[in-house]
Nanobody, 125 residues
Framework: QVQLVESGGGLVQAGGSLRLSCAFSGRTFRSYAMGWFRQAPGKEREFVATISLSGGRTSYADSVKGRFTISRDNAKNMVYLQMNSLKPEDTAVYYC??????????????????WGQGTQVTVSS
């Protein structure tokens, strides 16, 4: 069974940076597109970024494009989210998700098969 474990969240001031990590285990990592989503209190879980099986294609939500970068290391079964120029509105629990042969076209929570437990990111002003 696929397991996803996020790490790297924390507190940061506006304008700062954080790097989130997600460790994948249980199946063949290269068979899954990976995504990052986030959910703030009282709000729906929203798409942040996705990356294709090989890492050759990425997509981002308009709200984070130019500030966040998703990447993956298939040799280490890891996916990352580099977050720069953080804003208070980026505060949320960030979730890693896996989509079996999904490619980089999955922007909805319904398009993913497995989810991590989430890691808290808090951006102060």
């Amino acid at each position: 069974q696929v397991q996803l474990v996020e790490s790297g969240g924390g507190l940061v001031q506006a304008g700062g940076s954080l790097r989130l990590s997600c460790a994948f285990s249980g199946r063949t990592f290269r068979s899954y597109a990976m995504g990052w989503f986030r959910q703030a209190p009282g709000k729906e879980r929203e798409f942040v970024a996705t990356i294709s099986l090989s890492g050759g294609r990425t997509s981002y939500a308009d709200s984070v494009k130019g500030r966040f970068t998703i990447s993956r290391d298939n040799a280490k079964n890891m996916v990352y989210l580099q977050m720069n120029s953080l804003k208070p509105e980026d505060t949320a629990v960030y979730y890693c998700a896996a989509d079996y042969f999904g490619g980089a076209a999955s922007f909805s929570v319904t398009g993913y098969d497995y989810w991590g437990q989430g890691t808290q990111v808090t951006v102060s002003s």
